[in-house]
């Protein structure tokens, strides 16, 4: 059962490459939150080298069996927001996003393209009230000491 949730938009980009076995790469770059106000696709700009755009209709669901995820990635050195895309009509669109570490690890090695960016302030401060609220640690197991 759904327990938190943030609207998000995804900042995607397309860089040209001059090699022998690919034209171009694709990456998720950057997230923000949706206050509800963008459009599905929105062009930023476009290049010959890079164009980046915009895409929205993405949503950060918290669930209580991904609490270890979410505080493993909180207390991470640079915390992240992992996104799973995919190519749809010639463009990478993200399908799915995530901020459970767990989750992030599975989308990599699930084959898929997926990429980890910045979380941003705001997002991140939304996980850390989130799991002041909802997380309670593990007891550690274990030899004991003393």
């Known amino acids: 059962m759904k327990t938190g949730s943030m609207p998000i938009a995804v900042l995607m980009q397309r ?3 001059k090699h022998p076995w690919a034209d171009e790469a694709w990456a998720a ?3 923000v939150p949706d206050r509800g ?3 599905p696709l929105q ?3 476009v290049s010959a080298e890079r164009d980046y755009y915009l895409v929205s209709g993405l949503e950060l669901e918290l669930y209580p ?6 505080f493993e990635n909180c207390v991470a050195p640079e915390s992240k927001v992992f996104v799973l895309w995919r190519m749809q009509d010639g463009r990478a669109m993200p399908v799915r ?3 459970s570490y767990v989750e ?3 989308m990599f090695d699930s084959g898929e393209q997926a990429d980890g960016v910045t979380m941003p302030a705001e997002i991140y401060a939304w996980l ?3 799991l002041r609220e909802h997380y309670q640690p593990k007891p550690r197991r274990g030899r004991q000491h003393g």
């Open 15 to 17: 860089r040209s490459l």
């Open 29 to 31: 770059v950057g997230v």
């Open 37 to 39: 106000n963008l459009p």
């Open 43 to 45: 062009v930023l700009s």
């Open 65 to 70: 069996d991904e609490h270890e995820g979410y």
């Open 97 to 99: 996003a995530s901020v």
């Open 104 to 106: 992030g690890t599975r």
């Open 128 to 130: 850390a009230d989130y």
